[in-house]
């Protein structure tokens, strides 16, 4: 599974912004989940199919996260830009 992912510290009231090139699947993941998800075993989080080129989150609590930007096993590319800041 090809994915681009970003290692996230934040608090509440930091945002998550993804910029996209394409429509893919935008996930947020606890470092737990985060690894289950890279394992290809069952994983929880904020996000999936996008078809907007930017998609937002908010940390609900502080700690480190994992945005994550996959095709969902389709072919293709897609090209993403993560930023994070305060509301």
Known sequence: ?????????G???DTIRIKLDAPAYVRL???????NYRRGIKYQGEGGKS???EVVFSL???????AV?????AAGLVKAT????RV
Do not use: A, H, R
């Open 82 to 85: 993560c930023t994070v800041g």
């Open 60 to 66: 609900p609590y502080k700690g480190t996260f994992y």
């Open 29 to 35: 993941l606890d470092p737990l989940n985060f690894e």
């Open 69 to 73: 930007v996959d095709l969902g096993g």
């Open 51 to 53: 078809d907007q080129l």
């Open 1 to 9: 599974m090809t994915f681009l992912n970003w290692k996230i510290s």
């Open 11 to 13: 608090s509440p009231g």
